[in-house]
């Protein structure tokens, strides 16, 4: 199954800032297949049906009408793979043969008198997907349409019908308009909480390695370089032993507001443990995860968070690997698992060598001959270009 959702949905990552446009292409990408064949299963059996019991179930122009809706559809579906910035445009293309099939209902099949319902199916998909400027103007358009197309039926709504239908779209576009924008917030809000630590705001162990674990797969299959530091504070039982479990928590809040302030947005800042953060760094090569380390090293040094009315000194040891060809490791579970084990390895050197240090493992398991195992500390230290 999950090999079946990678082809149909594509291989494309999404950031944890992209939480509402993953759930829009997603839920589009859904709409489309489920179209596809809902539109291609009512083809098959309208022609089943009029050729057994030789009655006409749809008239041809609203078959093709459904034909047109299934190939666009499918081609819509086709666009959007693996491309989440066309949701928009693709969005709009979906909304308007969505309308096109609707009205043909309407025309060409007078003998269903509930084919009106497709109308208000059409809103929540449009308030869901393009928002609430383009769900109220597709309402307008919607009402307008009915009321100009009625007259023109074979079979036409009497007035109290229409008049009941125009109430109701306009309510429910109403209520839409009220309801989605919050709820698409909420969603987004309830997501965030659920993947990230309320301390310090950094992703908690398993959203992290999620996470990581898409991107590492993702970076194997176009070879792109990625990196991890493996952040430790050094001695942190005695903040809390001397200054108690809240002096303790304010200290964390702040490594990780440095943490998270000297990155870049791309970058994936994990709490993987007590005081052990993790920084996955995309498109980094070795040399670029060491000099961040340093300057994170040197900005956890000078933070000096105020404890009762003193500055309280305050360093961190971190470890560094990188994977300098993102295709050597299996798969990104595998290759996250050798990724932290040789970065907890250079964490150790750190700590061994007196703490307050960057260390550095090299590609494949072996030292890198172009860094120095150990970076001393000192916020005036050069990093080798690498």
Request: contains cysteine; proline residues 5%.
């Amino acid at each position: 199954m999950h090999r079946i959702g990678r082809w149909y949905f594509g291989a494309q990552q999404f950031g944890e800032t992209q939480l509402l446009t993953e759930f829009r292409y997603r839920f589009l990408m859904v709409l489309l297949g489920v179209s596809v064949v809902a539109s291609t299963a009512y083809l098959l059996s309208g022609l089943t049906i009029s050729g057994a019991a030789g009655a006409q179930v749809a008239t041809p122009e609203h078959m093709r009408s459904m034909r047109i809706f299934a190939m666009a559809s499918t081609l819509l579906w086709i666009a959007l793979r693996e491309r989440p910035q066309l949701l928009v445009p693709v969005a709009w293309g979906y909304e308007i043969v969505g309308l096109m099939a609707h009205a043909s209902a309407l025309v060409y099949l007078p003998s269903d008198e509930l084919r009106i319902l497709w109308i208000f199916t059409n809103l929540p998909i449009a308030y869901l997907l393009l928002g609430r400027i383009a769900g109220g103007l597709l309402t307008a358009l919607t009402v307008l349409g009915l009321l100009a197309l009625n007259p023109t039926l074979a079979a036409p709504y009497s007035e109290p019908a229409l008049a009941t239908a125009v109430i109701s779209l306009v309510f429910l576009s109403v209520f839409l308009h009220a309801s989605v924008g919050q709820m698409l917030g909420l969603f987004v809000r309830l997501r965030t909480l659920a993947l990230r630590d309320p301390l310090t705001g950094a992703l908690h162990r398993r959203a992290y390695h999620t996470l990581v674990t898409r991107q590492i797969g993702a970076a194997r299959k176009s070879g792109r370089p990625f990196a991890l530091l493996a952040i430790d504070l050094d001695r942190f039982k005695v903040v809390n032993q001397t200054w108690g479990h809240e002096a303790g928590d304010e200290v964390l809040k702040a490594v990780a507001a440095c943490v998270h302030a000297g990155i870049r947005e791309g970058d994936i800042v994990g709490r993987i443990g007590g005081e052990e953060f993790a920084v996955f760094l995309p498109e980094t090569h070795l040399a670029g995860a060491v000099a961040l380390a340093e300057r994170l090293r040197h900005a956890i040094e000078v933070l000096a968070p105020p404890l009762e009315g003193q500055a309280l000194p305050l360093t961190a040891s971190i470890g560094v690997a990188a994977q300098g060809d993102g295709a050597q490791a299996k798969d990104g579970a595998a290759s996250l698992r050798s990724l932290e084990r040789e970065a907890g390895l250079a964490l150790a050197d750190a700590k061994r060598e007196g703490r307050n240090r960057v260390a550095v493992f090299g590609v494949g398991g072996l030292r890198s001959e172009s860094l120095p195992a150990v970076l001393p500390s000192g916020p005036g230290r050069p990093i080798p270009a690498g």
